[in-house]
């Protein structure tokens, strides 16, 4: 009976009203204007981390200060002949604002996953998508498990409003990677597209089961280190594709044209968009070597349309598909979004976890109505917030909510429910005033911070 008490105290600590207080607008960051000035601000909030990064990445790198200076130039280069000459200006500004040599952040911050960066070594990643006819009221979930090592992580809406002429404009997009970073790991924009990157399942570590695999070996050979490696594509994309047409189309045209690097591996990447469509396509930085759309899922020899991962893993709890084929057709982004499935022991390692985000993209209202489930490290908490948000808890940018959780491991699924049942009440609200054409940017927005000091109380 004691223990009882203390849970129904400690439930009603964390989501009584206090816990919902409104918080300060110097509590969060509007990652939005030119680039010049949104590098600023991510300089401004991650001045100490980006410091650290880069001065780690230097060390390494001694005595190779003009070979990164040349890389540096081919990477500003290559970014003018795609029309993102404003990722330079970004770039630019962070360096400015952090007190930094701007031609060696920039060979850093698109050069630091190269060839294993000389920082990180290559682990694994998985990353899936469940769509009609496997989900519920025809869900569409896109997932993503980041493994690589520790390193100080960041999550955060983004939309850069003016660009130099000539450049294309960018669509508003969630991102997710490093706080020294402005490439993405994976995302979601506002168009409904999501998607991500991830390390081909040859090079991912043997102590997971990997499943089979189809197509040419992901090698490289020779190893291509000149063009973008796999963080600035998805960016890429993210900000100027709005479905997997677009994705595969650019895909080919990078490879075609020699813009992709990875070193000696390739890369998997996986998209899904709001028709419910998902592409699963690969490089070997020199072509495409596999592509297939809307593959299924091949599960004790069925094959289940509208599920699809990246890689098959299973250990002593078995896998996350387990739960997805049980109820195959009911899917439900809640069911996806929990330790049967996004958080099954068997998609991540506890030292490696960085990070992971479940969508659940709206395809009436993408720009709006889309829901991230985003999870710094990815065995902590999930904070739900709205696409339509346009202010990002700085908590959530600096790296405050990764190193929480993190350090705590106070994970309960009993208590994230509660956290869901929070989020539905909410987006049924929400989603009446997006549709009669009010404006509910601050409804989102007071809700995201909300939603980023209850996930921090429930690590104290």
Known sequence: ????????????????????????????????????????????????????AYNTFMSRAEGKE??????????????????????????????????????????????????LALLYEGVGCTSFAVAPPATRDGQIIFHKTRETAVDLQSAYLKKITKVPPGDKKPYKFFGEMGTADTGVSFFVNEKGLAGGADVPAQWQHKECYVGPYEGELPYVDPP?????????????????????????????????????????LGTNYLFVDARGKILQIADNCYKIIEERESPPLVYAGDEYEGIYFTVSR???????????????????????????????????????????????????????????????????????????????????????????????????EFYEAGVNDEWRKFIYTVREKVKKGEDATKDMNDNFLQMVNLVLSMNQ
Not at 239 to 244: G, M, P
Request: glycine share 6%; proline share 4%.
């Open 224 to 264: 291509k280190y000149d063009g973008f490696m796999n963080h600035y594509i998805p960016r890429y994309i993210a900000e100027h594709c709005k479905n997997i047409d677009e994705a595969k189309e650019v895909l080919h045209s990078f490879a075609e044209k020699g813009y992709i690097a990875s070193g000696k």
């Open 1 to 52: 009976m004691k223990r009882l008490i203390v849970l129904m105290t400690t439930i009603t600590v964390l989501f009584s009203t206090s816990a919902f207080a409104a918080v300060p607008s110097d509590e969060v960051i509007f990652l939005q204007g030119s680039a010049a000035e949104v590098g600023a601000m991510w300089g401004e909030v991650n001045r100490d981390s980006i410091l650290r």
């Open 66 to 115: 003009d070979q990164l200076r040349q890389f540096a130039k081919l990477s500003i280069d290559l970014s003018k002949k795609i029309n993102c000459s404003y990722w330079i200006d970004e770039l630019n500004a962070i360096a400015d604002k952090v007190g930094i040599d701007r031609e060696l952040y920039i060979a850093f911050t698109f050069g630091r996953y190269r060839d």
């Open 314 to 412: 299973e250990n002593d709890y078995g896998s996350p598909e387990d739960a997805l084929v049980t109820n195959y057709g009911n899917i439900t982004i809640e069911l996806v979004n929990s330790p049967k499935v996004s958080k099954h022991s068997a998609l991540w390692n506890f030292a490696r976890a960085q990070s992971s985000a479940t969508i659940l993209i709206d395809p009436e209202n993408p720009e709006a109505l889309t829901t991230i489930f985003v999870t710094l490290p990815a065995y902590g908490y999930s904070i739900p917030f709205l696409m339509g948000a346009n202010a990002t808890p700085k908590a959530l940018v600096d790296g405050t909510v990764y190193e929480a959780q993190r350090g705590n491991f106070k994970y309960n």
